[in-house]
């Protein structure tokens, strides 16, 4: 299918019959096409047949912005320059929200389609209605090649077009294969998932044209047909089976659970239960992924349904209730499989049905034959879950861990099953998290005629947890099948850097050479820059950022002495508006008040992040910010940061490893959420004293900062903001 609605020379353009290239839109549109719509084709053929009497080069209508899941409205190739113009018909002023779409378009045209890298991108915002405006033409800081937003009127867009062609005009630039170019875009967990959720009603599934394929033949779309590929044949061998889909951090995991639950939701919807279902559900125990997620779908689903027909009075509740049908938090679903459970239970017995499901011993209980666990690496350890039913729902002498559980509630449909494992690497950041053996431990144990599909790598130690090989060797050869499609190899979340992870990761774990050489990679395209002042990490930010490109600050949930800096840790976000909202509201990660945490972050991402380092994880190998006392009481000399949690009114040394594995894990997460670039900031502390020469605030001692960042900048290579040229 062509990417855009109309296309031709501009000539051709000039002297075709209105009624001509109305009828080839209408024709080649796949929406539902509102009176609204038609007019505003109508107004801009007139226009734009007005604005480019003598003009040559090319002219495409309804041009496709595979990313956002939206369209230019028209895009002008022009002496070598793209230019993007995004009309509102009866407009009277230049509204932010505006400016920021036409900008979105024209970044992503930029930044992913192959023929335009480089080449000059001039967005245009064209209100019919507003006043005349003056032109400043604005070449952005960051990005040379794309001028910010420029802003007219029907009578005013050929002179934008004029200054720009003479100024930046080349016409020995040949753009006759534009058109045919690859595009190749890296979404957003949101937009992409939102991009999928409008075609569940179309033919086209498909996630190839709204990612970037990668350089291995493990590409999303791989991933996806041959995790449905399994699915298919669990069900026509009426077998059960769990599958484990690994990936570095943003490799896309998440949208490929994402993409099964949709597809598999959607042909099933509307069949009975008697019918062949294969009804699937997404579940995450990442609660504010699960809450961004719903609410974005839900939001989306409404404008879509107003798009359609602007006197719609389909509500945002009728949307969460078809969303929250397939996305669901884990611990509600759990909520709901203990239903299944006779109670109390006795001290050293088996689960057993109760008397309200028993008829088909719970076979119909759970609708869905298919369940997809986000981070099933953080599912619980039997501990964490046994103690938690008994504190909180009164349930004792619970005898399986989450998975385990989760397993058994599945066994008991009486056809077929599939459990879906997306696992991260590195990404623990609880105790009471149990890993991926825990999962194997209880086919091996409880439910062994399961088959078990794994990518060959699920052994390493960056996704195991110790015991998956021993637990892998244990299965019997026909019921282990190794698939090597089902690992993500590269990381889709920054287009800039695909080695990002592999540069944090080498950061992390102090191979100085290592981090060193992902460093110059990097440097180039993915902006890192440190600062020891809050405030100049927040004016970095809100510079790099264009359109609705999203920023915020990301703390660790152990930096506690941050609030010198107004930064508290306790005061939680609202994430919801945190990641959705613009700039107008002070909730939004774009007000730069409100901090998250890993715990808030883990999942999805930002564009561009500030990373605020406190003095919870210190880089310091010989540990000279410890007291004699506490190096000679903790083994710590094989670990180069100093771990310390804040207790009281001090900080305290972490001794356990699995609670050092996790703020390890907290500062990857942290490290790895920017598409585009990121600022540390780690403070100066506080140097004063009092009269005795002893440090007022003993607590934020600049030692407990400086270390780091001479690591970071001394050791590392990353620049102080004062030190780049802009």
Request: with cysteine; hydrophobic share 35%; aromatic share 10%.
């Amino acid at each position: 299918m062509n990417r855009y609605f109309y296309h031709s020379s501009i000539p051709n353009f000039f002297t075709a019959h209105p009624d001509e290239i109305w009828a080839t839109l209408s024709q080649n549109s796949r929406l539902d096409d509102n009176v609204e719509q038609k007019d505003s084709w109508s107004h801009e053929i007139k226009c734009l047949k007005e604005s480019m009497v003598g003009l040559d080069g090319q002219i495409f209508m309804e041009y496709s912005i595979p990313r956002l899941g939206k369209r230019a409205d028209v895009v002008l190739l022009i002496s070598g320059i793209v230019f993007v113009l995004e009309y509102k018909i009866g407009e009277k002023g230049f509204n932010r929200a505006d400016i920021e779409q036409v900008w979105d378009y024209a970044l992503d045209i930029k930044y992913f389609h192959d023929a335009s890298h480089k080449l000059i991108i001039a967005p245009v915002l064209v209100a019919t209605g507003a006043k005349e405006k003056s032109q400043t033409i604005s070449r952005s800081s960051y990005d040379r090649e794309v001028f910010e937003p420029l802003c007219c009127n029907d009578s005013t867009l050929r002179s934008v077009i004029d200054i720009i062609v003479d100024q930046y005009g080349d016409d020995s630039i040949n753009l006759d294969e534009w058109a045919d170019s690859k595009f190749n875009p890296t979404p957003t967990i949101i937009q992409a998932a939102t991009t999928l959720y409008r075609r569940k009603n179309t033919k086209n599934k498909s996630i190839e044209d709204i990612t970037r394929k990668t350089a291995s033949d493990a590409s999303l779309q791989n991933t996806t047909d041959a995790v449905l590929s399994i699915v298919e044949e669990s069900k026509r061998l009426s077998q059960k089976s769990i599958c484990f889909v690994t990936g570095v951090p943003g490799a896309g995991k998440t949208l490929v659970g994402l993409n099964i639950a949709i597809s598999l939701f959607e042909e099933s919807k509307d069949k009975e239960a008697s019918e062949d279902r294969s009804l699937a559900v997404y579940l995450s125990g990442n609660g504010p992924l699960v809450k961004v997620l719903r609410e974005a779908l839900a939001r989306d689903a409404v404008e879509q349904e107003k798009a359609k027909d602007p006197k719609t009075k389909y509500s945002k509740t009728e949307a969460h209730k078809a969303v929250d049908s397939f996305i669901m938090d884990v611990y509600h679903h759990r909520d709901y499989v203990m239903q299944m459970v006779k109670k109390p239970i006795e001290e050293g017995a088996s689960l057993v049905v109760n008397e309200k499901v028993s008829k088909d011993n719970g076979a119909t209980w759970l609708h869905e034959h298919v369940e997809i666990f986000d981070e099933a690496q953080r599912s619980w350890t039997y501990d964490q879950l046994s103690n938690w039913l008994s504190r909180k729902k009164g349930i004792s002498n619970f005898p399986m861990s989450e998975p385990e559980f989760l397993t058994w509630g599945l066994d008991k449909k009486n056809d077929w099953a599939v459990i879906i494992c997306l696992v991260g690497g590195g990404q623990e950041i609880n105790t009471g998290e149990a890993g991926i053996s825990t999962w194997l431990q209880a086919i091996n144990e409880k439910f062994n005629d399961w088959h078990v599909y794994y990518p060959d790598n699920l052994t390493e130690k960056e996704y195991a947890d110790g015991r998956v090989a021993e637990q892998i060797s244990k299965l019997s050869d026909d019921h282990k099948h190794a698939h090597s499609k089902l690992h993500l190899k590269a990381s889709m979340r920054s287009f800039r850097a695909e080695n990002l992870s592999k540069f944090v990761k080498d950061l992390l774990d102090v191979n100085i050479d290592g981090a060193k050489a992902q460093f110059e990679k990097l440097k180039k395209d993915y902006p890192i820059v440190l600062t020891r002042n809050l405030d100049e990490a927040k004016e970095w930010l809100r510079k790099k950022a264009r359109g609705t490109e999203r920023y915020g600050l990301l703390v660790s949930s152990q930096a506690y002495r941050l609030r010198p800096l107004s930064i508290d840790v306790r005061c939680k976000p609202d994430t919801v508006h945190w990641f959705l909202d613009d700039i107008s509201d002070i909730r939004s990660s774009l007000f730069l008040e409100d901090v998250a945490t890993e715990f808030d972050v883990q999942g999805l991402e930002l564009d561009w992040a500030g990373i605020v380092w406190d003095g919870d994880m210190i880089y310091d190998p010989a540990h000279s910010v410890l007291s004699a006392k506490e190096r000679k009481n903790h083994d710590l000399t094989q670990d180069a940061w100093t771990h310390r949690s804040f207790t009281g009114g001090k900080w305290q040394n972490i001794v356990s490893d699995y609670r050092r594995m996790y703020q390890i894990n907290a500062y990857r997460v942290l490290l790895t959420r920017a598409r585009q670039g990121m600022v540390i900031c780690v403070p100066e502390g506080n140097n004063n004293r009092n009269i005795d020469g002893e440090y007022q605030d003993p607590t934020r001692k600049p030692t407990f900062y400086d270390s780091t960042y001479e690591y970071l900048h001394d050791v590392i290579g990353i620049r102080n903001i004062n030190e780049i040229e802009e």
